[in-house]
T-cell receptor, first 116, second 115 residues
Framework: DAGVIQSPRHEVTEMGQEVTLRCKPI?????LFWYRQTMMRGLELLIY????????DSGMPEDRFSAKMPNASFSTLKIQPSEPRDSAVYFCASSPKTGAAGNEQFFGPGTRLTVL | DQQVKQNSPSLSVQEGRISILNCDYT??????FLWYKKYPAEGPTFLIS?????DKNEDGRFTVFLNKSAKHLSLHIVPSQPGDSAVYFCAASSISNFGNEKLTFGTGTRLTIIP
């Protein structure tokens, strides 16, 4: 199994530009999560999907951020327009259908975004 | 509002000694807790977990302790090895909140093992 795949691994862009981050979850996993890691706030959940349907987007910081999951094997996180304060590492994670014992999430390697 | 707190941003421990990483939480609805380990340029990977019905879970060199009354958990690594140098994240979930698939993470503790 290739694990969770994210692209690109690094993205450098200028303020005002549109940024699209991509994620391919582990096959068969029902849940997909987008996180942002910063020094001050650690790992913040932005949004997550269950069977391609957004369940909770309360962590999305502003309307500039949007996420889609058009099918079970692909998701995007878009920032438009981007700002320097969006610079962070963005992680995608997936997990199988949960049981009563709780769930383990499997993370991708992350995309390091730098907005100049 | 940081519901899961890791108040020590960094910790240095000599090889062979015990490493103790701490985590506090404020939400009494949390009923499942996990520790993740993260190496540079990689995503976090699951390490160990504990349900609120237990107060201890052990897996090899790693043991997690849960004190529900104090809303505190800790991760013990013994003996510590150089490969344990990483950032450790504490996470929590609640079955009553969107099921238990949603994890709330702390800010992480960077552990450095000194040879």
């Amino acid at each position: 199994d290739a694990g969770v795949i994210q692209s690109p691994r690094h993205e450098v862009t200028e303020m005002g530009q549109e940024v699209t981050l991509r994620c391919k979850p582990i096959s068969g996993h029902d849940y997909l999560f987008w996180y942002r890691q910063t020094m001050m706030r650690g790992l913040e959940l932005l949004i997550y999907f269950n069977n391609n349907v957004p369940i909770d987007d309360s962590g999305m910081p502003e309307d500039r951020f949007s996420a889609k999951m058009p099918n079970a094997s692909f998701s995007t996180l878009k920032i438009q327009p981007s700002e320097p304060r969006d610079s962070a590492v963005y992680f995608c994670a997936s997990s199988p259908k949960t049981g009563a014992a709780g769930n383990e999430q499997f993370f991708g390697p992350g995309t390091r975004l730098t907005v100049l | 509002d940081q519901q899961v707190k890791q108040n020590s941003p960094s910790l240095s421990v000599q090889e062979g000694r015990i490493s103790i990483l701490n985590c506090d939480y404020t939400n009494s609805m949390f009923d499942y807790f996990l520790w993740y380990k993260k190496y540079p340029a990689e995503g976090p990977t699951f390490l160990i977990s504990i349900s609120s019905i237990k107060d201890k879970n052990e897996d090899g060199r790693f043991t997690v302790f849960l004190n529900k009354s104090a809303k505190h958990l800790s991760l013990h690594i013994v003996p510590s090895q150089p490969g344990d140098s990483a950032v450790y994240f504490c996470a929590a979930s609640s079955i009553s909140n969107f099921g238990n698939e949603k994890l709330t993470f702390g800010t992480g503790t960077r552990l450095t093992i000194i040879p």
